[in-house]
């Protein structure tokens, strides 16, 4: 089972700064799969990057996905007050699918 | 509209059975795998199978298999999960969500099934 370790654990960030989100895989993700979903309270998760770097319909480019391998970033350019929420990367390369144990992202 | 909507929240006793859904519209119901994600009160995201919607074949987390059953009703567009007897450790947050094609990442999500179970 492929584990994912994401950091910070909490982010305190303000409006309009840069956020970066790390995601660490315990064995290398192939075909780059590997998604970051967002979830507000009382919301389901969404998709907002899969295959590593490509944004899902509709989500602005301020967020972008980069890396390979074992290591993964999700970078928020800058920061709108609906951007405050839980971030969660997810492979799917492997069996079981896994996800990290989140990011919050919370206003400073 | 792409959209998965899922049956109402539900209370539960220890040692019940309880069968949830997950309704598809907007889409074609047997081209997608429906997966099934748990989330714990507080804590993060949980894969714990999938359903293809042609052959009805389950396949499921290591950690969850023989604990649930997914099934689905292709004929009205539905996925489902159930539990044969539940535990007050099953209270959760249960989600479907599409698995996408050509990427197999999870790209359209159901609102959730609260379940809670207490005696």
């Known amino acids: 089972e492929i584990v994912l370790t994401q950091s910070p654990g909490t982010l305190s960030l303000s409006p309009g700064e840069r956020a970066t989100l790390s995601c660490r895989a315990s064995?290398?993700?192939?075909?780059?799969?590997l998604a970051w979903y967002q979830q507000k309270p009382g919301q389901a998760p969404r998709l907002l990057i899969y295959g590593a770097s490509s944004r899902a319909t509709g989500i602005p480019d301020r967020f972008s996905g980069s890396g390979s391998g074992t290591d993964f970033t999700l970078t928020i350019s800058r920061l709108e007050p609906e951007d405050f929420a839980v971030y969660y990367c997810?492979?799917?390369?492997?069996?079981?699918?896994?996800f990290g144990q989140g990011t919050k992202l919370e206003i400073k | 509209e792409v959209q998965l909507v899922q049956s109402g929240a539900e209370v539960k006793k220890p040692g019940e059975s309880l069968k949830i859904s997950c309704e598809a519209s907007?889409?074609?119901?047997?081209?997608?795998?429906i997966g099934w994600v748990r989330q714990m009160p507080g804590k993060g995201l949980e894969w714990m199978g999938f359903i293809s919607p042609v052959d009805s074949n389950p396949r499921y987390s290591p950690s969850f298999q023989g604990q649930v059953t997914i099934s689905a009703d292709k004929s009205i567009s539905t996925a489902y999960l159930q539990w044969s007897s539940l535990k007050a450790s099953d209270t959760a947050i249960y989600y479907c969500?599409?698995?996408?094609?050509?990427?197999?990442?999870?790209?359209?999500w159901g609102q959730g099934t609260l379940v809670t179970v207490s005696s």
């Open positions: 907007g889409y074609s119901f047997t081209i997608y795998w």
């Open positions: 064995q290398s993700v192939s075909s780059s799969y």
């Open positions: 969500a599409r698995r996408g094609s050509p990427d197999p990442a999870f790209d359209i």
């Open positions: 997810h492979q799917y390369a492997d069996s079981p699918r896994t």
